[in-house]
């Protein structure tokens, strides 16, 4: 397989190792929601500042990498792209304000199943057995996770809504993207949606005077979200990309949600239960038999996050 280690088991640890610390500081992008729901940064503020000072960072990547900057209309359909992921990022973290953070995060994960059944409905592409089972598995996995007569209470109906639909706009995001992204790098991509994404929310931030005047943790935690939970992985997984191959990245990247229920049980407080646990370790594995099969989009998208 293309991009599959070669150069021996030491680079193949190290890009597992880069795969896997890309997917630990993924999952702390829903605390890094979750704290700024509670110091009161409006939506729109927290995003465009996320996707601002991303944007400057992975750009300055590309120049750093020589990559072809401009790419005709590809380069366009950027802003599809863009505005499709201004549309999954607020769902998101619209999710996270009402719903455990571990719980918004598992719901994502859903994303390569719902890829699986659009590609099927809209691409002719087969159904195979795996797939299928799949299907099963994530259906019953949310069941688990969104019980609501879990012991420990139910879950908001219109925070999980949310959640659902983010993972609905990312796969939609993902197939969009096999298209318009076809043969641009990677790192020009990112900058080039997170851009767009900026854009987009400054413009509706200053027309709906939803800036505020940020306190000083206000800016750190908005621009280490930024670094931390963006830019820093996205360099992360391209370079474990590079060494490990899209199957094996894609499958490592399943530990993002798993990260993200340790860290909100220890910075939160959540307690989801064991039937929710069970429940989302259920939907990982199958994200993990579809990134099995189709795992070039679903790895190499996964530097947009």
Request: charged fraction near 10%.
């Amino acid at each position: 397989m293309s991009g599959e280690a070669s150069a021996g088991s030491y680079v193949d640890r190290t890009g597992v190792a880069l795969t896997a610390l890309s997917a630990a500081f993924f999952g702390s992008l829903a605390i890094y929601g979750k704290f700024a729901d509670r110091i009161g940064i409006p939506l729109v503020e927290l995003l465009a500042i996320r996707f601002v000072v991303a944007a400057v960072l992975l750009w300055t990547l590309a120049v750093a990498r020589r990559e072809r900057l401009w790419w005709g209309w590809r380069s366009a359909g950027l802003a599809l792209m863009g505005m499709l992921y201004v549309g999954q990022a607020a769902t998101y973290f619209t999710s996270l304000r009402t719903v455990p953070a571990a719980v918004t995060s598992i719901l994502l994960y859903l994303y390569p199943v719902i890829v699986v059944l659009l590609a099927a409905a809209f691409l002719g592409e087969r159904l195979t057995r795996m797939r299928v089972l799949a299907l099963v598995l994530a259906v019953a996995g949310v069941f688990a996770v969104v019980n609501p007569i879990s012991a420990n209470g139910s879950l908001d109906t219109a925070g999980l809504l949310f959640g659902l639909a983010a993972a609905a706009i990312y796969a939609g995001y993902i197939l969009t993207g096999r298209v318009l992204l076809r043969d641009v790098p990677a790192v020009v991509a990112t900058a080039g949606i997170a851009t767009t994404a900026g854009v987009t929310l400054t413009i509706a931030g200053l027309i709906g005077g939803q800036f505020t005047t940020l306190s000083g943790a206000g800016w750190g935690l908005t621009t280490s979200m930024a670094v931390v939970a963006t830019a820093i992985p996205a360099t992360m997984f391209l370079a474990g990309l590079a060494r490990v191959g899209a199957a094996r990245a894609a499958i490592i990247s399943t530990l993002e949600p798993a990260t993200t229920v340790v860290l909100a049980a220890l910075l939160l407080g959540e307690d989801l239960g064991v039937v929710r646990l069970l429940g989302g370790a259920v939907i990982l594995v199958a994200a993990v038999i579809v990134a099995r099969r189709v795992p070039t989009d679903l790895a190499e998208v996964r530097v947009h996050r």
